[in-house]
């Protein structure tokens, strides 16, 4: 048996040699072999779309001697925004609470005699944020101003974006593709080579271009007239990384 096995073990090992050689020569000529000549160029395009929609955040904060007066305040006043919100014709899936909080409010008394003093609590801070998506921006500086009468006194920026901005986003897409290869000729004719066909495309993420954030002044002498909002354009930029085989 054991003449068997070493039998066995000889012969598994002449087998696996020749493969083992193969492999190696194969690898071999692999390294020697010359690699194909390549250039990598990246295109940029852009697309311009108007926006229809802004994101507006607001906030209702208030403060009361105790924590259940200051929840109470703030839960009247933000009541009547949401109501109000939603008869103006804002859709619940557009409102959607984006912060809430209740946090003491110390004094800190000044240290005269060196010997530290505790901070004294004078009261309670409760915090409801909102995000608002107005479809309408006609409608947009009529609500801010509605939102302030109505007891909202903290935040007011807004983003102005598209709901669907697939189109500008495919028209960004081609423009980068079509400067990219724009790019690869002019190198290719400037070097004398011939260029080739397409091996590899990247895209990196998409991403509109930054744009300032208006921001509305939350205060109650801002209710007195409508705030007016302008909504500008939203730019889409695009990036692709092209590969291109070079014919020499």
């Known amino acids: 048996m054991a003449l068997r096995t070493i039998r066995n073990v000889a012969f598994g090992m ?7 050689l193969a492999g190696a020569s194969a690898s071999a000529a692999d390294e020697t072999k010359p690699r194909e000549a390549v250039i990598m ?3 940029e395009g852009e697309s311009a779309l108007a926006p229809d929609m802004a994101v507006l955040n607001l906030a209702v904060v208030k403060q009361a001697k105790t924590a259940r007066e200051a929840l109470d305040e703030n839960n009247k006043a933000m009541a009547g925004v949401l109501a ?7 859709a619940d ?3 959607q609470t984006s912060g809430f909080s209740v946090q003491p409010q110390y004094n800190y008394p000044q240290n005269n005699d060196g010997q530290p003093k505790p901070p ?7 915090s409801n944020g909102l995000t608002v998506r107005v479809r309408d921006l006609g409608e947009l500086g009529g609500i801010i101003d509605q939102a302030v009468t109505l007891g909202v006194n903290q935040g007011g920026d807004i983003q102005f974006t598209n709901d669907k901005p697939n189109a500008a986003i495919e028209a960004a897409r081609k423009d980068a593709v079509a400067a990219a290869i724009k790019k690869a000729k002019t190198l290719t004719e400037a070097a004398g080579v ?31 007239a409508a705030v007016p909002v302008q909504g500008g354009e939203n730019a889409y930029n695009v990036t692709v990384n092209v590969t291109f085989a070079l014919e020499q």
């Open 14 to 20: 002449l087998i696996g040699m020749p493969a083992a």
């Open 41 to 43: 160029v990246s295109g």
């Open 84 to 90: 109000a919100l939603k008869k103006g014709g804002i």
């Open 93 to 95: 899936k557009d409102l």
């Open 120 to 126: 004294e609590l004078i009261s309670y801070q409760v």
């Open 194 to 224: 011939k260029l080739g066909r397409i091996i590899e495309i990247s895209e990196n993420s998409v991403r509109p271009l930054p744009q300032p954030v208006y921001r509305a002044a939350m205060m109650k002498e801002a209710s007195d």
